[in-house]
T-cell receptor, first 117, second 118 residues
Framework: EAGVTQFPSHSVIEKGQTVTLRCDPI?????LYWYRRVMGKEIKFLLH????????ESGMPNNRFLAERTGGTYSTLKVQPAELEDSGVYFC???????????????FGAGSRLTVL | AQKITQTQPGMFVQEKEAVTLDCTYD???????LFWYKQPSSGEMIFLIY??????QNATEGRYSLNFQKARKSANLVISASQLGDSAMYFC???????????????FGQGTTLQVKP
Protein backbone atom coordinates (compact mmCIF):
# COMPACT_ATOMS: atom_id res chain seq x y z
CA GLU A 1 0.00 0.00 0.00
CA ALA A 2 1.23 3.47 -0.85
CA GLY A 3 2.25 5.60 2.11
CA VAL A 4 1.57 9.25 2.83
CA THR A 5 2.89 11.34 -0.03
CA GLN A 6 3.88 14.98 0.23
CA PHE A 7 4.77 17.44 -2.49
CA PRO A 8 7.01 19.33 -2.98
CA SER A 9 9.83 17.82 -0.99
CA HIS A 10 11.56 21.18 -0.84
CA SER A 11 10.41 24.68 -1.68
CA VAL A 12 12.47 27.86 -1.59
CA ILE A 13 10.52 31.11 -1.81
CA GLU A 14 10.98 34.77 -1.01
CA LYS A 15 9.29 36.50 1.85
CA GLY A 16 5.84 37.68 0.77
CA GLN A 17 5.31 34.94 -1.78
CA THR A 18 2.76 32.16 -1.61
CA VAL A 19 3.42 28.45 -1.30
CA THR A 20 1.02 25.53 -1.42
CA LEU A 21 1.97 22.18 0.07
CA ARG A 22 0.09 19.07 -0.83
CA CYS A 23 -0.50 15.84 1.06
CA ASP A 24 -1.99 12.60 -0.22
CA PRO A 25 -2.90 10.40 2.73
CA ILE A 26 -3.15 6.64 2.71
CA UNK A 27 -6.28 5.65 0.84
CA UNK A 28 -9.21 5.15 3.19
CA UNK A 29 -7.70 7.08 6.09
CA UNK A 30 -10.30 9.52 7.34
CA UNK A 31 -7.93 11.35 9.66
CA LEU A 32 -5.36 13.72 8.21
CA TYR A 33 -2.97 15.85 10.23
CA TRP A 34 -0.50 18.61 9.54
CA TYR A 35 2.53 19.12 11.77
CA ARG A 36 5.50 21.45 11.52
CA ARG A 37 9.05 21.35 12.79
CA VAL A 38 10.87 24.63 12.92
CA MET A 39 14.66 24.35 13.02
CA GLY A 40 15.87 22.72 16.23
CA LYS A 41 12.48 22.70 17.90
CA GLU A 42 9.82 20.12 18.61
CA ILE A 43 7.40 18.88 16.02
CA LYS A 44 4.21 20.84 16.60
CA PHE A 45 0.64 20.04 15.67
CA LEU A 46 -1.08 22.38 13.23
CA LEU A 47 -4.46 20.85 12.49
CA HIS A 48 -6.55 17.71 12.10
CA UNK A 49 -9.13 16.83 9.46
CA UNK A 50 -11.70 14.11 9.75
CA UNK A 51 -12.70 13.50 6.16
CA UNK A 52 -13.27 16.97 4.77
CA UNK A 53 -14.03 18.65 8.10
CA UNK A 54 -11.57 20.47 10.31
CA UNK A 55 -11.71 18.68 13.64
CA UNK A 56 -9.06 20.73 15.40
CA GLU A 57 -7.15 23.70 14.05
CA SER A 58 -5.82 24.93 17.37
CA GLY A 59 -2.21 24.72 16.22
CA MET A 60 -2.49 26.96 13.15
CA PRO A 61 -0.12 29.86 13.82
CA ASN A 62 -2.15 32.66 12.20
CA ASN A 63 -4.48 33.47 9.35
CA ARG A 64 -1.70 33.36 6.78
CA PHE A 65 -2.09 29.59 6.88
CA LEU A 66 -5.04 27.97 5.11
CA ALA A 67 -5.63 24.24 4.99
CA GLU A 68 -8.21 22.47 2.88
CA ARG A 69 -9.18 18.89 2.26
CA THR A 70 -11.47 18.77 -0.71
CA GLY A 71 -13.71 15.72 -0.87
CA GLY A 72 -11.94 14.19 2.10
CA THR A 73 -9.03 12.95 0.02
CA TYR A 74 -5.85 14.98 -0.45
CA SER A 75 -5.12 18.12 1.53
CA THR A 76 -3.35 21.37 0.77
CA LEU A 77 -1.70 23.80 3.13
CA LYS A 78 -1.23 27.27 1.74
CA VAL A 79 0.96 29.92 3.29
CA GLN A 80 0.18 33.41 2.04
CA PRO A 81 2.15 35.63 2.37
CA ALA A 82 5.11 33.63 3.65
CA GLU A 83 7.31 35.08 6.38
CA LEU A 84 10.84 34.12 7.43
CA GLU A 85 9.61 32.35 10.56
CA ASP A 86 7.50 29.99 8.45
CA SER A 87 10.63 28.13 7.38
CA GLY A 88 10.69 24.55 8.56
CA VAL A 89 9.57 21.07 7.66
CA TYR A 90 5.85 20.48 7.26
CA PHE A 91 4.74 16.93 7.92
CA CYS A 92 1.48 15.38 6.95
CA UNK A 93 0.16 12.25 8.66
CA UNK A 94 -2.92 10.11 8.33
CA UNK A 95 -4.64 7.46 10.36
CA UNK A 96 -7.68 5.22 10.05
CA UNK A 97 -10.56 4.75 12.38
CA UNK A 98 -11.17 6.58 15.60
CA UNK A 99 -8.58 9.29 16.05
CA UNK A 100 -9.24 9.36 19.78
CA UNK A 101 -8.39 5.73 20.32
CA UNK A 102 -5.26 5.64 22.44
CA UNK A 103 -3.41 3.29 20.13
CA UNK A 104 -4.43 4.99 16.90
CA UNK A 105 -1.15 5.18 14.99
CA UNK A 106 -0.33 8.09 12.73
CA UNK A 107 1.56 7.31 9.51
CA PHE A 108 3.71 10.23 8.46
CA GLY A 109 4.98 11.41 5.12
CA ALA A 110 8.55 12.48 4.42
CA GLY A 111 7.73 16.14 4.92
CA SER A 112 7.93 19.25 2.78
CA ARG A 113 10.86 21.48 3.63
CA LEU A 114 9.99 25.16 3.26
CA THR A 115 12.71 27.79 3.13
CA VAL A 116 11.63 31.42 3.14
CA LEU A 117 14.37 33.90 2.18
CA ALA B 1 0.08 20.58 30.65
CA GLN B 2 1.40 17.49 28.99
CA LYS B 3 5.05 17.47 27.99
CA ILE B 4 7.62 15.09 26.54
CA THR B 5 11.32 15.53 27.31
CA GLN B 6 14.21 13.89 25.52
CA THR B 7 17.42 15.02 27.17
CA GLN B 8 19.92 13.37 24.81
CA PRO B 9 20.42 15.48 21.67
CA GLY B 10 22.87 12.91 20.28
CA MET B 11 23.99 9.39 21.05
CA PHE B 12 26.62 7.02 19.67
CA VAL B 13 26.51 3.25 19.82
CA GLN B 14 28.75 0.53 18.45
CA GLU B 15 27.21 -1.78 15.90
CA LYS B 16 25.68 -4.91 17.47
CA GLU B 17 25.44 -3.31 20.91
CA ALA B 18 22.26 -2.24 22.67
CA VAL B 19 21.35 1.40 23.23
CA THR B 20 18.75 3.16 25.37
CA LEU B 21 17.15 6.43 24.30
CA ASP B 22 15.60 8.36 27.15
CA CYS B 23 12.12 9.81 27.26
CA THR B 24 10.32 11.30 30.23
CA TYR B 25 6.82 12.62 30.16
CA ASP B 26 4.62 14.79 32.26
CA UNK B 27 0.90 14.26 32.60
CA UNK B 28 -1.62 14.25 35.39
CA UNK B 29 -3.89 11.87 33.54
CA UNK B 30 -3.97 8.19 34.54
CA UNK B 31 -4.72 7.16 30.94
CA UNK B 32 -2.27 7.99 28.17
CA UNK B 33 -0.46 6.56 25.17
CA LEU B 34 3.22 6.83 24.30
CA PHE B 35 4.81 6.41 20.87
CA TRP B 36 8.28 6.24 19.40
CA TYR B 37 9.03 7.27 15.84
CA LYS B 38 12.23 7.00 13.81
CA GLN B 39 13.22 9.59 11.24
CA PRO B 40 16.04 8.45 8.93
CA SER B 41 17.84 10.85 6.62
CA SER B 42 15.18 10.24 3.96
CA GLY B 43 12.81 12.28 6.10
CA GLU B 44 9.76 10.13 6.68
CA MET B 45 8.70 9.42 10.24
CA ILE B 46 8.42 5.69 10.84
CA PHE B 47 6.29 4.37 13.68
CA LEU B 48 8.24 1.97 15.90
CA ILE B 49 6.34 1.10 19.06
CA TYR B 50 3.38 2.03 21.23
CA UNK B 51 2.81 1.74 24.99
CA UNK B 52 -0.50 2.33 26.70
CA UNK B 53 -0.46 3.45 30.30
CA UNK B 54 -2.64 0.53 31.37
CA UNK B 55 -0.71 -2.10 29.44
CA UNK B 56 0.47 -4.78 31.84
CA GLN B 57 3.67 -5.52 29.99
CA ASN B 58 6.33 -3.42 28.37
CA ALA B 59 5.83 -3.16 24.62
CA THR B 60 8.20 -5.00 22.29
CA GLU B 61 8.50 -5.00 18.50
CA GLY B 62 11.39 -7.02 17.16
CA ARG B 63 14.62 -5.36 18.26
CA TYR B 64 12.72 -2.48 19.83
CA SER B 65 11.42 -2.57 23.37
CA LEU B 66 10.06 0.06 25.65
CA ASN B 67 11.32 0.29 29.21
CA PHE B 68 8.16 1.74 30.74
CA GLN B 69 8.50 2.95 34.30
CA LYS B 70 5.22 4.53 35.24
CA ALA B 71 6.22 5.82 38.67
CA ARG B 72 9.22 7.58 37.16
CA LYS B 73 7.17 8.75 34.16
CA SER B 74 9.75 7.40 31.78
CA ALA B 75 9.34 5.48 28.54
CA ASN B 76 12.83 4.74 27.30
CA LEU B 77 13.35 3.05 23.95
CA VAL B 78 15.79 0.16 23.93
CA ILE B 79 17.27 -0.95 20.62
CA SER B 80 19.06 -4.27 20.83
CA ALA B 81 21.81 -5.43 18.46
CA SER B 82 22.18 -2.04 16.77
CA GLN B 83 22.56 -1.97 13.02
CA LEU B 84 24.01 0.73 10.77
CA GLY B 85 20.50 1.34 9.45
CA ASP B 86 19.38 2.38 12.92
CA SER B 87 21.25 5.66 12.51
CA ALA B 88 18.46 8.23 12.54
CA MET B 89 16.63 10.73 14.69
CA TYR B 90 14.22 9.23 17.21
CA PHE B 91 11.16 11.00 18.59
CA CYS B 92 9.13 10.13 21.65
CA UNK B 93 5.52 11.32 21.57
CA UNK B 94 2.39 11.26 23.70
CA UNK B 95 -1.21 11.46 22.65
CA UNK B 96 -2.78 14.62 23.94
CA UNK B 97 -5.61 14.45 26.41
CA UNK B 98 -8.28 17.08 26.92
CA UNK B 99 -10.42 16.46 29.96
CA UNK B 100 -11.17 12.75 30.01
CA UNK B 101 -10.75 12.15 26.29
CA UNK B 102 -7.91 11.62 23.86
CA UNK B 103 -7.54 14.07 21.05
CA UNK B 104 -6.21 13.00 17.70
CA UNK B 105 -2.90 14.78 18.06
CA UNK B 106 0.54 13.89 19.33
CA UNK B 107 2.90 15.93 21.52
CA PHE B 108 6.53 15.35 20.57
CA GLY B 109 9.86 15.57 22.34
CA GLN B 110 12.86 17.33 20.88
CA GLY B 111 14.32 14.15 19.40
CA THR B 112 17.57 12.22 19.82
CA THR B 113 20.02 11.66 16.98
CA LEU B 114 21.51 8.18 17.09
CA GLN B 115 24.71 7.32 15.24
CA VAL B 116 25.66 3.66 14.94
CA LYS B 117 29.38 3.13 14.46
CA PRO B 118 30.69 0.17 12.43
Amino acid sequence: EAGVTQFPSHSVIEKGQTVTLRCDPISGHDNLYWYRRVMGKEIKFLLHFVKESKQDESGMPNNRFLAERTGGTYSTLKVQPAELEDSGVYFCASSPGRARSGANVLTFGAGSRLTVL
Amino acid sequence: AQKITQTQPGMFVQEKEAVTLDCTYDTSDPSYGLFWYKQPSSGEMIFLIYQGSYDQQNATEGRYSLNFQKARKSANLVISASQLGDSAMYFCAMRERRGSSNTGKLIFGQGTTLQVKP
